[in-house]
Every structure is written in C-alpha cells, then in structure tokens.
C-alpha cells in the first residue's frame, strides 16, 4: 500500500501563490508517476498535472499552463506543486494521487487539502 498526504492548501488572494506537498510512504521504485487533480464544488475532478518518478517528463493540463509546475524530491519521495498567478477559478480541493508501473489508472490517492482563491 502507498500512502499519499498532502499539505500546504489554504486561502489566497487572485494573483498570489501556494506550493502544495505531497509526501508518499514509500520509494519511487514502486510507482511510475505522480500526479495532481482537483475537484471544485459541483463539478467532476479533473487533471491538474502529472509527473514520472525518475526522469524529467511532466504534463500539465491547459488551464495552468505557465502558472503551476509540478516538481519532486525522490530523497524525501515528495511531489510538489508551485501555484502561481492564481485566479479564483482555481479554487478546489486538490488531491494527490500515483499510479503504479503498467496501470493506465492513477489508484493511490490522499485525502485532498483545500485551495481557495480570492478575488
């Protein structure tokens, strides 16, 4: 079992920044990738960016394009999201999650820590 805790939410203003941590109880060995979803009030959750445990490939999806970057620290087996520019829109709980090699599905998750944004 992996365990994922994530920390670092809270609240903002429109145009400042968080970095939300998530740390996993276990080695990259065991996953592939490491991800961030989110899910607002009403609405579905939905990818917010992912990266592999060992390489430099991430992916980030549209809307945070050139505002959030997705990094790691595989000696403490964190993965970090820097949120910058953030717009009100952006305000959800944020979910932690890591998919194992060989699985199309992300099956790990933490239990979320809340972002939201001012305006």
């Known amino acids: 079992q992996v365990q994922l805790v994530e920390s670092g939410g809270g609240l903002v203003q429109a145009g400042g920044s968080l970095r939300l941590s998530c740390a996993a109880s276990?080695?990259?060995?065991?996953?592939?990738?490491m991800g961030w979803f989110r899910q607002a009030p009403g609405k579905e959750r939905e990818f917010v960016a992912r990266?592999?445990?060992?390489?430099?490939?991430?992916y980030n999806a549209d809307s945070v394009k050139g505002r959030f970057t997705i990094s790691r620290d595989n000696v403490k087996n964190t993965v970090y999201l820097q949120m910058n520019s953030l717009k009100p829109e952006d305000t959800a709980v944020y979910y932690c999650?890591?998919?194992?090699?060989?699985?199309?599905?992300?099956?790990?998750w933490g239990q979320g820590t809340q972002v939201t944004v001012s305006s």
């Open positions: 999650a890591a998919r194992r090699p060989g699985y199309l599905e992300f099956d790990y």
């Open positions: 276990t080695s990259g060995s065991t996953l592939s990738d």
């Open positions: 990266i592999r445990w060992s390489g430099d490939s991430t």
